[in-house]
T-cell receptor
Framework: DAGVIQSPRHEVTEMGQEVTLRCKPI?????LFWYRQTMMRGLELLIY????????DSGMPEDRFSAKMPNASFSTLKIQPSEPRDSAVYFC????????????FGSGTRLTVV | QQQVKQSPQSLIVQKGGISIINCAYE??????FPWYQQFPGKGPALLIA?????SEKKEGRFTISFNKSAKQFSLHIMDSQPGDSATYFC?????????FGKGTRLSVIA
């Protein structure tokens, strides 16, 4: 298995532009998580899905952020419009369950908004 | 109650020494306590995990010590090597997603 695949690896965009981050989870994993990592705040959970259904999006910072999981093998995190304070590394992770199994993380997308 | 507090923020250890990273939690419902290792440019990777029915778990040079009454758990890295230099995260969960500590940047120097 290739693991959790995220794209793009790096994204540089101008303030106000739309940004879409993509994730392919491990086949057979039924939970998918989007985390944001910054030096100040560490790893923050943005949203998670169970069996393709969004369960908790309370970590999404603003309405500018949205996430979808149209099927078991694909998820997107969209920021529209993007702002400089959105600059961070965004990780997607998948797991066999929400909490009590290990998560497999992707390599992340480093987003820079200028 | 959902927080996991990790210390120290950074740690420098001599090669061959013991690295110790500590975490504390408040939520007594937590029943799964993993540690993750992250190298620059990579995502965190599961290193070792423990459940509260045991006080210690060892895998190679890595040991988790768990103190349920104190609501604390720690990672010990024996015979630390330069290749162990990374950022380490503790985490905790019950049936909810993992809550992560802020991380400890470990540097092992020769």
């Amino acid at each position: 298995d290739a693991g959790v695949i995220q794209s793009p690896r790096h994204e540089v965009t101008e303030m106000g532009q739309e940004v879409t981050l993509r994730c392919k989870p491990i086949s057979g994993h039924n939970s998918l998580f989007w985390y944001r990592q910054t030096m100040m705040r560490g790893l923050e959970l943005l949203i998670y899905f169970n069996n393709n259904v969004p369960i908790d999006d309370s970590g999404m910072p603003e309405d500018r952020f949205s996430a979808k999981m149209p099927n078991a093998s694909f998820s997107t995190l969209k920021i529209q419009p993007s702002e400089p304070r959105d600059s961070a590394v965004y990780f997607c992770a998948s797991s066999l369950s929400r909490g009590t199994h290990g998560y497999t993380f992707g390599s992340g997308t480093r987003l820079t908004v200028v | 109650q959902q927080q996991v507090k990790q210390s120290p923020q950074s740690l420098i250890v001599q090669k061959g020494g013991i690295s110790i990273i500590n975490c504390a939690y408040e939520n007594t419902a937590f029943d799964y306590f993993p540690w993750y290792q992250q190298f620059p440019g990579k995502g965190p990777a599961l290193l070792i995990a423990i459940r509260p029915d045991v006080s210690e778990k060892k895998e190679g040079r890595f040991t988790i010590s768990f103190n349920k009454s104190a609501k604390q758990f720690s990672l010990h890295i024996m015979d630390s090597q330069p290749g162990d230099s990374a950022t380490y995260f503790c985490a905790a969960s019950t049936r909810t997603p993992l809550v992560f500590g802020k991380g400890t940047r470990l540097s092992v120097i020769a």
